[in-house]
């Protein structure tokens, strides 16, 4: 029966070696996926952070940003205060017929 005995501990070593190779395989590619997503991420960053910037100066000093207008200098003349109006005068109705 030492045949036996010996087979069934290799075979229990055997599950335990290909265990604990799947187990650290595991570990790998929780790492690498998590590695992975830390790198994509700041990638995403990266080039959102740059559109932002790059449209900021394309309307801050490129061909977007508006035409720079003189502005109107003031000028030594006062404004005349508003010049008060005569009141309407209408005409007092009369008795007679109008003219046709």
Given at each position: ?100
């Amino acid at each position: 029966m030492a045949n036996g005995k010996n087979r069934a501990e290799r075979e229990a070593r055997e599950r335990a070696r290909l265990y604990e190779a799947r187990r650290r395989l595991h570990e790998t590619q929780v790492a690498r996926r998590r590695r992975d997503n830390v790198i994509a991420l700041s990638a995403a960053a990266v080039v959102i952070a740059g559109a932002i910037a790059a449209q900021a100066l394309f309307y801050s000093v490129g061909p977007g940003a508006p035409e720079p207008t003189p502005t109107p200098s003031p000028t030594g003349t006062t404004v005349p205060a508003p010049l008060e109006t005569p009141a309407a005068t209408t005409p007092a109705p009369s008795e007679a017929p109008a003219a046709e």
